[in-house]
């Protein structure tokens, strides 16, 4: 019952404009659902909370929880529970978009550079103009044909999310490549710039102006 009472008092302060929770705001009543499930586990309401709890913990780190959050809508709408089957697939709903907002930006990321290189500007227009319909991010092009210092264009990238105080995660989900990739960029862009840490690479590219022109 207290799990229940927890989880109906979360989807109680939640609605379509709030921040994203982080993890550790949902980890306490995902491990409070583990142990009522370990406690009752022939209670389908009480699996269907933890499995709404492990989206909601999913959605939190960033992770498409569309199929997650799909299966929890299911489980309720089976239980004839409207309220929390009418909340998941709004979540279920979310995902989904949040899913083809990035297929569609990393398509026209690619598209958008590609014409770039090919210097076809009434392409390129065309997609900037798709991208603006649609709120979809491009990636801006470099204000110098190389970057400086010898980075490749992957470090410049992410170069300026460091400038602008992203962490390796979000700069990874900007630019469409892994935690540890990021990282192995960091690395190797700090090395080149002769620096010590991300702070140090911030202020280099704010020296010298590598970004003035975003």
């Known amino acids: ?9 979360h989807l109680s302060r939640t609605g379509p404009q709030e921040q994203r929770p ?8 995902l491990d409070a659902a583990r142990q009522a499930v370990a406690g009752h586990p022939g209670s389908p309401g009480t699996r ?3 499995e709404q709890c492990e989206a909601e913990h999913a959605r939190a780190a960033g992770e498409d929880a569309a199929a997650a959050w799909r299966r929890v809508a299911d489980g309720w709408e089976s239980l004839e529970r409207p309220y929390p089957m009418a909340y998941a ?11 083809r907002h990035r297929r569609a930006t990393a398509a026209a990321g690619g ?8 210097g076809a500007g009434p392409l390129r227009e065309q997609i900037a103009a798709l991208a603006s319909r649609y709120r979809l991010d491009l990636v801006k092009p470099l204000p110098a044909a190389r970057p400086p210092l010898g980075l490749t264009d992957r470090e410049f990238a992410v170069l300026r999310g ?6 390796n995660r979000e700069i990874g989900q900007t630019l469409y490549i892994s935690d540890s990739t990021v990282s ?4 190797n862009l700090m090395r080149k ?9 911030a202020t280099v590219a704010l020296r010298e102006g590598f970004f003035a022109g975003d």
Not at 22 to 29: R, Y
Not at 162 to 167: E, Y
């Open 111 to 118: 598209a958008f550079a590609a014409a770039e290189r090919l």
């Open 89 to 99: 697939r709004f979540r279920e709903a979310e995902a989904e978009a949040v899913a």
């Open 184 to 187: 192995v960029h960091v690395t």
């Open 162 to 167: 460091i400038r602008t105080g992203r962490t």
């Open 193 to 201: 710039l002769g620096v010590r840490n991300r702070a140090e690479a």
């Open 1 to 9: 019952m207290g799990l229940r009472v927890a989880a109906d008092g």
């Open 48 to 50: 269907l909370l933890l």
């Open 22 to 29: 982080t993890p550790a705001d949902v980890a306490a009543l």
